[in-house]
């Protein structure tokens, strides 16, 4: 046979030949069970929330969140706001447990050009902040903040819009800390969280992706892209992340707010493989769009969210931003996960 008959015959083969096929990338809707009362500053002001579970009564849980013009919302799990403390510009928040109690960190971008870190104090009896002080986090604007907890340290993990992510041991009571780590990524990144349980942090670069990195100071500055912004699984920007974990190893998942289609991706930790996106859409409550900070608890809350919290703030809710509560167990329910 002719190589021009081979050709031609090559070309019929694939003309015949069932087209390949292409994974299908769905999203499925959720609806949310609960919402916080709205921020007071009628603007782009509610961006990032963090849970405090009370181990003792799940029920009596608090949420502590950022109006990112104003200061600190600490809300009960009916909505309802408990208390505010004034602190200007702080824009994302995180929480930890500690031998000195309840620490409370937001990134403080109230000098441009100076990043810090407010610490407080969260008294659960009163759902009060008490301000500890502020520590200094290097050169920029801070924006995201992560905290981890190990035993007998504090580490907070600070991103900064042009690339860098500092990570700053800190002493909380005494309001102090140390640079002790500089990482680098090409563009602005945002959302961080810490598997506690891996030493792994995930960072969020909002035009680029998912980074994974060894949260130990002494694993050096270097990253891997673990999920890539492709406009089918996650859309820029990468906003908040959250981690609900499961089990003593690495079980549990990633979720990614995937803020321009207005959903979240979910990926396995085991694996850090994509296993579903999901949104929040409008029920009793109306849904979320544009979300900037998410967290999520898998632990027990009480009657209403027996099955686990996911907290999300919604950008688009009237008349001021505001966030919503999910229960985790139908988030999973809907993506198949067990």
Request: negative net charge; hydrophobic residues 45%.
């Given at each position: ?289 544009e979300t900037d900070g998410i967290e999520i608890n898998a632990a027990d809350f009480g009657a209403a969210y027996p099955g686990g919290l996911m907290v999300a703030q919604d950008g688009d809710n009237q008349p001021a931003q505001n966030f919503k509560l999910v229960s985790w167990a139908k988030v999973k329910a809907a993506l198949k996960l067990r």
């Amino acid at each position: 046979m002719s190589r021009a008959s081979v050709f031609l015959t090559t070309l019929l083969l694939a003309a015949c030949a069932p087209p390949a096929v292409v994974p299908q990338i769905t999203t499925v809707s959720v609806t949310a069970d609960g919402e916080t009362v709205p921020v007071a500053t009628l603007d782009d002001a509610a961006d990032d929330p963090a849970i405090w579970r009370n181990a003792a009564d799940p029920a009596a849980s608090l949420i502590v969140a950022t109006d990112k013009k104003r200061g600190l919302h600490v809300y009960g799990l009916d909505g309802a706001e408990r208390s505010f403390v004034v602190a200007g510009r702080v824009n994302n928040v995180d929480l930890a447990t500690t031998p000195a109690g309840v620490i409370v960190a937001a990134s403080d971008r109230n000098d441009d050009a100076n990043g810090k870190i407010a610490l407080f104090r969260l008294d659960p009896g009163t759902a009060r902040l008490l301000p500890l002080g502020v520590v200094p986090a290097g050169p920029g604007e801070a924006y995201g903040i992560c905290l981890w907890a190990t035993p007998g340290a504090l580490t907070a993990f600070v991103t900064f819009k042009e690339g860098t992510v500092r990570q700053i041991e800190l002493d909380a009571p005494a309001a102090t800390g140390r640079i002790v780590r500089t990482m680098k990524l090409g563009s602005q990144p945002e959302g961080c969280v810490v598997d506690a349980r891996t030493a792994r942090l995930y960072v969020g670069e909002e035009d680029i992706g998912i980074w994974r990195f060894d949260a130990r100071a002494a694993a050096g500055p270097k990253g891997t892209l673990i999920a890539r912004v492709d406009g089918k699984r996650l859309f820029d920007d990468v906003e908040g992340l959250a981690i609900a974990t499961e089990g003593t190893t690495n079980g549990g998942y990633l979720v990614a707010s995937s803020q321009g289609d207005n959903a979240f991706a979910v990926y396995r930790l085991s694996d850090e493989r994509y296993v579903g996106r999901f949104r929040i859409g409008d029920g009793q409550f109306g849904g979320t769009q544009e979300t900037d900070g998410i967290e999520i608890n898998a632990a027990d809350f009480g009657a209403a969210y027996p099955g686990g919290l996911m907290v999300a703030q919604d950008g688009d809710n009237q008349p001021a931003q505001n966030f919503k509560l999910v229960s985790w167990a139908k988030v999973k329910a809907a993506l198949k996960l067990r």
